[in-house]
């Protein structure tokens, strides 16, 4: 039964080997190339500044000893609150800071350390998933929708939300307590500077690279018309056109979707855009499923997790606006 299903599984990974292959060479008259620089265009104005700075001060951080003991009073707010260490938390403050993926990795590497469990790494990935105020307030707000107040609207809905959807999963295998907090640094360098600056340029290419990918697979969806009836839907339930073509494409990679929902002048396009912020889109998502794969971190609680943060980031926002 093992080695039919490894069977299946080889002749699964090569059909979609050969099919994205066959997409390749039957769109290579330009529509991925253009496709391609236009995410990476994107990355390079809206994302490129936003993140690398709060990538490489993470770094920086994560590295000083000072933050380590930051964790470790962090018990009294995280425990009661959202039922995880103070460690989890400190996470949790670097997400904010720094967006995604940097909170499931921090997750995932407090728990291949053995510094967390299972249950509380489930929670912990509830709560660490967020994107960064530079990212939502400058380039969402400031640079496409021309408006940082919209940005921030947007920013307070993300993390109300993610405060929230953390409270929520708190209860999530309530009996399974958080270790005692452990969480000490044994990190040493000779070369903070470069060691920083090096793991922030990776990591914020790796995301370039991400956005661009899904920009192409956006692109021969848009082709093929697979997302044809989908937006046509979504169109007759919004009435309006941009809103539905960023929403759909949105849920792919969340980039392209709000640079298209910023066009439009609806009274929903920030709720929307929340609702995008909060989900991630699928590349945030296969970004942080990866570190949780290392990890062995189930995935199915930070799913629902982060369709739960949409939803509540789509109301919060709304109803600021309407306020």
Not at 45 to 59: D, N, S, W
Not at 172 to 186: I, L, Q, T
Not at 271 to 279: D, G, I, R, V, Y
């Amino acid at each position: 039964m093992i080695i039919i299903k490894k069977r299946i599984s080889s002749l699964f990974n090569y059909l979609i080997f050969f099919f994205f292959i066959a997409l390749a060479v039957i769109f290579a008259t330009g529509k991925l190339t253009t496709a391609f620089k236009s995410g990476l265009t994107l990355w390079f104005l809206c994302v490129l500044p936003a993140l690398f700075p709060y990538f490489f001060i993470t770094a920086i951080l994560s590295s000083l000893s000072v933050t380590h003991k930051l964790a470790n009073k962090c018990d009294k707010i995280s425990k009661p609150l959202f039922n995880v260490g103070g460690q989890v938390f400190y996470a949790y403050l670097m997400s904010i800071i720094s967006g995604y993926p940097v909170g499931a990795k921090l997750v995932s590497s407090l728990k291949e350390n053995g510094i967390i469990e299972n249950a509380e790494s489930e929670r912990g990935i509830a709560l660490c998933s967020t994107s960064s105020p530079v990212f939502i307030i400058g380039s969402v707000g400031g640079i496409m929708l021309k408006d940082a107040q919209k940005g921030l609207y947007i920013f307070l809905a993300h993390i109300l939300s993610s405060i929230i959807c953390g409270i929520i999963f708190s209860f999530y295998k309530r009996g399974e307590k958080p270790k005692r907090n452990n969480f000490v640094s044994d990190y040493k360098t000779d070369n903070l500077l470069y060691e920083s600056v090096y793991s922030a340029v990776i990591t914020v290419l790796i995301v370039g690279g991400i956005i661009s990918v899904f920009f192409c697979i956006t692109e021969i969806m848009n082709s093929l018309k697979i997302l044809s009836i989908p937006v046509i839907i979504m169109q007759k339930i919004v009435k309006d056109g941009d809103i539905a073509n960023g929403f759909i494409f949105g849920l792919f990679e969340t980039t392209k979707g709000l640079n298209i929902i910023a066009r439009s002048k609806s009274s929903l396009a920030i709720p929307f855009c929340a609702f995008l912020c909060s989900f991630g889109g699928l590349s945030v998502i296969i970004q942080s499923l990866a570190f949780f794969k290392k990890a062995k971190i189930k995935t199915a609680p930070f799913l629902l997790s982060k369709i739960t943060q949409a939803v509540l980031s789509f109301i919060i926002a709304f109803i600021l606006c309407r306020l």
